[in-house]
């Protein structure tokens, strides 16, 4: 390439990278105020009988692909609801994949998008990461970012597992949120 070329290139890429800057931050006043969100709602992992919401999509050959086998890699579409009735509001889904990232088949690694899809927070998602050591009644994993309303997100949730049954691999969990965005 010759070096008109390589600088007009070079000064084309710049200029583009400006628009796209200056347009993303055009919406966003960063003078608003950390806002504190607290949320509960209970999370539906279904992995057997009707309506099932996760699913075994690669594991370890020659290997059970199952919630307790090591490699097991599981994609998810929870429906989370207001109360621990499954009939109850929904107020979105959670969406993503989960790894039993524990050579005993004790932990889960998640990486999901909570995609609310109630009035309040119709189309916004929290993005939540952090292992899931789902033995234990209650744990913690992070809110690491989220997008509309909960633009900017940081935070954290706590885990409480109400029902878990190992023999169809089907758990109902209630999430305790608590979200700073702008």
Not at 76 to 90: G, Q
Not at 155 to 165: K, Q, W
Request: hydrophobic share 45%; no cysteine.
């Amino acid at each position: 390439m010759a070096p008109n070329a390589i600088l007009k290139f070079a000064t084309l890429s710049v200029l583009v990278l400006l628009a796209i800057s200056a347009s993303s931050e055009a919406n966003f006043d960063f003078n608003q105020k950390l806002k504190e969100t607290k949320l509960v709602f209970y999370m539906f992992d279904w992995e057997t009988g009707l309506n099932i919401t996760t699913v075994p999509v690669a594991g370890i050959p020659g290997n059970r692909w199952w919630i307790l086998g090591f490699g097991t890699v599981f994609a998810i579409d929870d429906k989370l609801t207001e109360s621990y009735d499954r009939n109850s509001n929904e107020v979105g889904r959670a969406r993503g994949a989960y790894v039993n990232s524990a050579v005993d088949g004790s932990d889960l690694h998640l990486l999901m998008s909570v995609v609310f899809t109630n009035q309040e927070f119709n189309g916004s998602t929290l993005e939540i990461q952090g292992s899931d050591r789902f033995y234990n009644k209650y744990r913690e994993v992070s809110v690491v970012s989220g997008t509309g309303k909960f633009r900017f997100a940081r935070g954290y949730a706590f885990l409480e597992t109400l029902l878990l049954d190992q023999v169809n691999s089907n758990a109902i969990i209630r999430w305790n949120v608590t979200v700073y965005h702008y």
